[in-house]
């Protein structure tokens, strides 16, 4: 095919121009007209067949967005983010127990419960560090001045709905608070208090409560044996 040298206008056949040696200029990419021959019906379908691809993909783009929303809920709900771990409150129980850390103390309770400790010491008279120190003196009698305590965790499971209810009910006669407990867990837990004059490990239920985006400590008792199989 014959054409025309871009450098000098030497009409030629052939890959190079034989006046000047330019190389022949690169064919320009043909552009898509192949919807120039298309009727308006095909038209229409093709048009209509790109609008249901894209709402496809809208529709996915939903679905992948509530999919990652209720992932993320239920990893909030069960406190594997969001307000740090249900375990931190009861390491710090612990802690503030041992060094008389009053502040420590009421912090990892719930506001309305905390109060009822600064209420309860202010009355007594007695100062942050006295009143931690009567208050445990057993523990502190038992395994010595220089007490401390490192928490085991063994498991976490929601308690049974009636102790739900009772716990409900007492939180809104003592503080007029109707409280959501859809968040609190039983943490069963091996503590071992070890001082100078003794050492024991001591299982315990402790029970958390997520409030406001934040993990509290809203109880610890012994285990309830269950009744052996008759």
Not at 45 to 57: G, T, W
Not at 99 to 125: C, H
């Amino acid at each position: 095919m014959r054409r025309n040298c871009p450098n000098c206008g030497e009409r030629y056949e052939g890959s190079v121009c034989p006046k000047c040696g330019a190389p022949a200029a690169a064919k320009k990419a043909k552009s898509d007209a192949s919807d120039k021959f298309l009727t308006d019906e095909q038209r229409a379908k093709s048009a209509q067949r790109a609008k249901e691809l894209q709402k496809d993909r809208n529709a996915l783009l939903v679905i992948l967005v509530i999919a990652a929303a209720i992932s993320v809920f239920i990893f909030y709900k069960n406190g594997l983010f969001g307000g740090g771990s249900y375990k931190t409150p009861i390491v710090k129980y612990f802690d503030a127990i041992c060094q008389r850390d009053f502040n420590g103390y009421v912090e990892v309770m719930t506001y309305n419960m905390g109060q009822d400790y600064v209420s309860e010491r202010e009355e007594l008279g007695y100062s942050e560090y006295e009143y931690l120190d009567k208050l445990y003196a057993d523990l502190f009698e038992q395994f010595g001045a220089d007490m401390t305590a490192s928490v085991e965790f063994l498991g976490r499971k929601r308690p049974d709905e009636e102790l739900l209810r009772s716990f409900k009910t007492a939180y809104l006669s003592d503080y007029g608070v109707n409280i959501n407990t859809d968040a609190v867990y039983n943490v069963s837990v091996n503590v071992t208090f070890s001082g100078s004059t003794a050492e024991a490990v001591v299982p315990l239920d402790c029970f958390v409560m997520r409030l406001e985006g934040k993990w509290y400590i809203v109880g610890c008792d012994f285990p309830v044996a269950e009744e052996a199989d008759k």
